[in-house]
């Protein structure tokens, strides 16, 4: 019924038929497949390729980041002449470019190190501790506490922030094998040392797909003209920090609250955090003027914000010779505002320091010792400045919580925000205006206010932590040091929709009105939340971190 079917074959060759073939050219195909197959086996077992697939799960683009053994560690206080940033990068990049102190681009395009630096001295820290106030600072250590020492560039010994720099001449180095790294697991890697790569798939989210930033933040649209500052990205030296998901965060919080508490920059901070989870769920304000609630019902995950500038305890009544009206700061006494809701909270991101530039009178064991703006009897000497203040009521602060009874959580301390007010504070000429892409080296402006006020928290986390007496967690999110490249992440004039706005320097070269102390959204802020994302994934699934 059925014709032999016979295949086209070339002029001179005999007709090939579709028939099956003889027994002795089966055999000899079978025979060829089973010593391919032992072949394949024998090289899986010598290259196993489960490192491989757990980088292509767990993300890890080979591809899209250069990987290199011996980055450059730089101290970045020590060297101020070295170019960091390509300062003829496109206005819209195409590929991720890290930033290494070196100076060196590391290019995507070309899957290589162009010009790998070489190694550079380092010099250790010198800090110089001042006197503690001895009967108020306190020595007891609980065995029985979990606690995380802090990695801080004021306690280490170098500085590895990196920036990357370009240098598009110089020949390109050989990529290293794409394996490289990624077997590594680091139960501790250090989230805060690393780099600054632009990112072209922009952010997770606009100021147009977010009801609730505060309209100062809406840089975009306050009539900020560039966007290159919201792709900016952050990679730890050792290992990746993923990008903020949304889903994994509700999923590891189910149940639980968050609660951001501190100043404006709390808050900012708490704004990005809901503009993230927005993109996922809407949740239901429940919040009043005292709190700020917002509840994701899909997990029963809470967001909390409360207010308090100085986390301390302050009154405006009459003392001693201070009189009414001007606050007065009880630095030895935390504020009940927080304090009376902890045992409900699960997770705590807690920061402060900013307001300790405004007037307020210290006030320890109900003595005044110092102010701030105000020291009417200058025949009174003051025992306390107000970088001292702030380092006395973090400890009060974080000792509070470290020593409730009631408290079991994980406490988050967010290091001091850095402002970029350049030739002057905000309000005697500072700027930042102009700034559009990360500080390099040369670019970078010391802020000798900033790294005090570091060092000060540093060391009231440590003492707060010889205090602890019950099960809760601490742990320090030392932003300050990466952060005091992102002089571009502010809103600087574009505070405002305000169409006749002032945003370029007058003729006399006066800077208008800016604000170079928050941080726009999106924008660098929400790297924040990233680490807070990481944190949480730490201490609620295990240490394992993302190998670079």
């Given at each position: 019924m059925f014709k032999a079917m016979t295949l086209a074959s070339p002029r001179g060759f005999p007709t090939m038929s579709a028939f099956p073939r003889s027994l002795s050219s089966i055999a000899v195909s079978v025979g060829g497949l089973a010593l391919f197959l032992i072949f394949a086996?024998?090289?899986?077992?010598?290259?196993?390729?489960?490192?491989?697939?757990?980088?292509?799960?767990?993300g890890d683009d080979s591809g899209k980041m250069a990987l290199w053994d011996n980055e450059t560690i730089i101290d970045t206080r020590l060297v101020d002449n070295v170019d960091l940033v390509n300062k003829n990068l496109p206005a819209n990049p195409s590929s991720k470019v890290p930033i290494s102190s070196s100076g060196q681009l590391i290019d995507s395009g070309t899957d290589g190190l162009v010009n790998e630096p070489a190694k550079v001295p380092l010099s250790s820290s010198n800090i110089?501790?001042?006197?503690?106030?001895?009967?108020y600072v306190s020595s007891n250590i609980a065995d029985n506490v979990e606690i995380a020492s802090p990695l801080s560039m004021a306690l280490k010994n170098n500085s590895d922030v990196t920036v990357t720099g370009s240098n598009p001449t110089s020949p390109a180095s050989p990529s290293l094998p794409e394996d490289v790294g990624t077997s590594l697991v680091d139960s501790g890697c250090d989230l805060y040392h690393g780099s600054w790569f632009y990112d072209s798939s922009g952010p997770s989210y606009t100021n147009n797909t977010c009801p609730v930033l505060t309209q100062m933040q809406n840089c975009q649209g306050n009539g900020r003209p560039d966007k290159e500052y919201e792709?900016?990205?952050?990679?730890p030296s050792q290992c990746d920090?993923?990008?903020?998901?949304?889903?994994k965060f509700l999923e590891l919080m189910r149940g639980k609250t968050l609660a951001f508490i501190g100043d404006s920059v709390a808050r900012n901070q708490m704004e990005s955090m809901l503009c993230l989870l927005w993109q996922v769920e809407v949740p239901k304000n429940r919040g009043n003027r005292k709190m700020q609630r917002w509840h994701f019902k899909s997990t029963s995950v809470m967001i909390v914000?409360?207010?308090?500038?100085?986390?301390?305890h302050q009154t405006t009544e009459p003392l001693d010779f201070a009189p009414e009206g001007v606050v007065k700061l009880h630095l030895d006494v935390p504020d009940n505002v927080f304090m009376e809701h902890i045992p409900t909270f699960d997770v705590v991101v807690l920061s402060s320091g900013h307001w300790f530039a405004k007037q307020s009178v210290y006030v320890l064991k109900n003595e005044i010792v110092g102010g701030q703006l105000w020291w009417p009897d200058k025949s009174r000497p003051m025992k306390i400045n107000n970088i001292e203040a702030f380092g006395i009521s973090v400890e009060t602060s974080l000792a509070a919580l470290v020593t409730h009874p009631n408290y079991t959580g994980l406490t988050i301390v967010r290091s001091f925000s850095p402002d970029h007010y350049e030739g002057g504070a905000w309000n005697t000429g500072g700027?930042?205006?102009?700034k559009v892409r990360p500080a390099s080296a040369g670019d970078l402006v010391e802020n000798g206010f900033t790294n005090i006020m570091h060092e000060k928290q540093v060391m009231g986390f440590d003492r707060a932590i010889k205090k602890a007496t019950n099960k809760s967690k601490l742990r320090l999110m030392d932003i300050t040091e990466a952060f005091g490249y992102r002089h571009d992440g502010h809103p600087g004039p574009y505070r405002s929709p305000d169409p006749n706005k002032i945003t370029q320097r007058g003729p006399d070269g006066k800077p208008p009105p800016q604000d170079c102390l928050h941080w726009c959204m999106p924008g660098p802020v929400d790297t924040?939340?990233?680490f807070v994302l990481e944190t949480i994934r730490r201490e609620f699934n295990g240490k394992e971190s993302f190998p670079s």
């Open positions: 086996s024998c090289l899986l077992l010598s290259y196993p390729i489960g490192s491989t697939v757990r980088g292509y799960f767990y110089t501790q001042e006197e503690e106030i001895s009967s792709n900016w990205r952050w990679k920090l993923p990008k903020f998901d949304a889903k914000r409360i207010w308090s500038s100085w986390l301390v700027s930042c205006t102009g924040w939340n990233e």
